[in-house]
Structures are given as C-alpha cells and as structure tokens.
C-alpha cells in the first residue's frame, strides 16, 4: 500500500523557473492539501481540496497553484520560483469515516515523504 | 487565529528513561488535538488523537493527556528507545476537525541516546 506518493524528493530551481510537484494517493480519500515546512515553524497551509475538482486557499497559497482532476492526484505548480519558496513541501490526504449512528469524522491526515525545493 | 505553543523545544534523554512533551493550545471551538511524530527525512505520522471527552488516550509507550480547563495537552513517553528520536508536533486540526483550518505546532525535538 503506497499510502501517499511525492515526486520528486529533491528539487534546485532557478529564480524565475516553474515546475510542478507531484502528489498521488491511493487510498480513496476526498481531502488532499499541500503544506509548507521551514526552520522554526509548523507546517503551513498552502493550499486545499475537499474532492475532485474543488479546491481553496489555505494559510500562505501566494505563489502557487493546484488542481484537483481526480481524486487520486494533487498537483502543486510554483509559477515563478523565489528563493521565498526553498522550504520542504508535504503533501497529505484524509477521509471521513463513520456514518449513521456513529457520527462522522475526520481521519488522521496521512502525509508523503516530502520534497526539498532549493530556489536558487 | 488558533495558537498551539509546544515546549521544550528539543530535548535529550537516555534510553530506556522516560519524559514528557507539552502543548498549551488555544483552540476555539475545540474539536479534536493529534499528536504527530515526526522522523527527520519524512512526513509526520499519527499517533493519537484526543477529543473533547477524554482525558488520557494510550498507543503502545506513548500516552497523551488532555487539561480541557487549563487547554493543556502532554505527551509522555515511557521507557524510550532510539527509534524514539524524532520531532513531536501538537495539531489543532480546525474546526470540525476538517483540516482547512490547521494549526501545527513547531514541535518537540527528541535525541534518545544510548
């Protein structure tokens, strides 16, 4: 069971470049989203997808961008790389779970293995 | 904002001794906090999750508490090992619990040592 897949783990991008980080899950869940990791920080939102082809803004969504075809797949585009942008990038997904009777909740969000983006 | 403030920052122990994590969150409306661990390399992993009603919630030697009135948290490790060795981060995971309004702390950096 791959869980969540990021491609690629490591990445150098020039100034002004774009490039597009992968992000597949196989486990049928309907929330995906995309978080941002730097030095002395929690992890921040950057962007959100409730299901197929719906998606919002998180916390710090400047700079980038996501769509949502499928549900297996979750892909964050940077448009014009900043050196603002180095950070390590996760991408997680969960599910609701429960139903009649038992209430519904949110499941634990299951992360990927991350990219390390260097802007050079 | 939802603030979730973690302490110590980092903290190191022998193995086999035990310690204790902390997390003060101010979290409005409460709906859930988790506990994520954390391996430098990779992604966070959960380990618990505390809902309003409970007060103590155990997975293997890790046991989470929850302070509703004092909006503490704590985690607590028992007999560590070196696989010990990892950060620690205290979520709020927003209202509902939905995520679209996550909270992360910077997390507890754990060094077990023989």
């Known amino acids: 069971n791959a869980g969540v897949t990021q491609t690629p783990k490591f990445q150098v991008l020039k100034t002004g470049q774009s490039m597009t980080l992968q992000c597949a899950q196989d486990m049928n869940h309907e929330y995906m989203s995309w978080y941002r990791q730097d030095p002395g920080m929690g992890l921040r939102l950057i962007h959100y997808s409730v299901g197929a082809g719906i998606t919002d803004q998180g916390e710090v969504p400047n700079g980038y961008n996501v769509s949502r075809s499928t549900t297996e797949d979750f892909p964050l585009r940077l448009l014009s790389a900043a050196p603002s942008q180095t950070s390590v990038y996760f991408c997680?997904?969960?599910?609701?779970?429960?139903?009649?009777?038992?209430?519904?909740?949110?499941?634990?969000?299951?992360f990927g293995q991350g990219t390390r983006l260097t802007v050079v | 904002k939802n603030q979730v403030e973690q302490s110590p920052q980092s903290l190191i122990i022998l193995e086999g001794k035990n310690c204790t994590l902390q997390c003060n969150y101010t979290v409005s409306p409460f709906s859930n906090l988790r506990w994520y661990k954390q391996d430098t390399g990779r992604g966070p992993v959960s380990l618990t999750i505390?809902?309003?009603?409970?007060n103590t919630k155990s997975n293997g030697r890790y046991t989470a508490t929850l302070d509703a009135d004092t909006k503490q948290s704590s985690l607590h490790i028992t007999a560590s090992q070196l696989s010990d060795s990892a950060s620690y981060i205290c979520?709020?995971?927003?209202?509902?619990?939905?995520?679209?309004?996550?909270?992360f702390g910077i997390g507890t950096k754990l060094q077990v040592i023989p």
């Open positions: 979520v709020d995971p927003g209202k509902g619990g939905g995520y679209q309004k996550v909270t």
């Open positions: 997680a997904s969960s599910s609701d779970v429960g139903g009649r009777g038992q209430g519904v909740r949110r499941t634990e969000a299951f």
């Open positions: 505390m809902t309003f009603s409970e």
